[in-house]
T-cell receptor
């Protein structure tokens, strides 16, 4: 069965620190990959997505993610975090084609201190 | 576009009562998903529909849960009878079909508390 693993459950950073959140998935075929963000008390919003092409994907608010097929990874990065980035981040994978489920990771709670 | 609309936003009920959660997907979207989010279990897919037809309900916890989609613009998730362990945030999401468009758009959620 497909699964998504997010290695860091809680991350605490100071403002201006760099961020990298790990995401690995298990699926042998072609996939679409997503990072969603959930700000406190809000719904999930799409940060960025990868379908094909350049494995380095840029999203909103300065976030980017790199798809490394050989490592089944899709890590999220931001060079300098802000207090407003405090949120929970979810990695998700969807096998390409007619299969329509998004398989979510457990999420990573990020707290940024000013 | 108003996005995915859910109601109510908050629901507090007593154990044993029936609870009905409602969702209006984005117009033109032909897939609709119901999720449950808890601290212990994270984000779980309960059921999803395509063109108003339930496709996969394997995530529905038990017979107390049921979901319907009578038309393309409305879906309900019903819990009868409700139990304290059903307390969670329930999200509805929708998407349009097509390989390149399987991004899901989430509603604001319904926070359910069962006392």
């Amino acid at each position: 069965a497909q699964s998504v693993s997010q290695h860091n459950h809680h991350v605490i950073l100071s403002e201006a620190a760099s961020l990298e959140l790990g995401c690995n998935y298990s699926y042998g075929g072609t996939v679409n990959l997503f990072w969603y963000v959930q700000y406190p008390g809000q719904h999930l919003q799409l940060l960025l997505k990868y379908f094909s092409g350049d494995p380095l994907v840029k999203g909103i608010k300065g976030f980017e993610a790199e798809f490394i097929k050989s490592k089944f990874s899709f890590n999220l990065r931001k060079p300098s975090v802000q207090w407003s980035d405090t949120a929970e981040y979810f990695c998700a994978v969807s096998p390409r084609g007619g299969y329509n489920k998004l398989i979510f990771g457990a999420g990573t709670r990020l707290a940024v201190h000013p | 576009d108003a996005g995915v609309i859910q109601s109510p936003r908050h629901e507090v009920t007593e154990m044993g009562q029936e609870v009905t959660l409602r969702c209006k997907p984005i117009s033109g979207h032909d897939y609709l998903f119901w999720y449950r989010q808890t601290m212990m279990r994270g984000l779980e897919l309960l059921i999803y529909f395509n063109n108003n037809v339930p496709i996969d309900d394997s995530g529905m916890p038990e017979d107390r849960f049921s979901a319907k989609m009578p038309n393309a613009s409305f879906s309900t998730l019903k819990i009868q009878p409700s139990e304290p362990r059903d307390s969670a945030v329930y999200f509805c999401a929708s998407r349009i079909s097509g390989i390149m468009y399987n991004e899901q758009f989430f509603g604001p959620g319904t926070r359910l508390t069962v006392l």
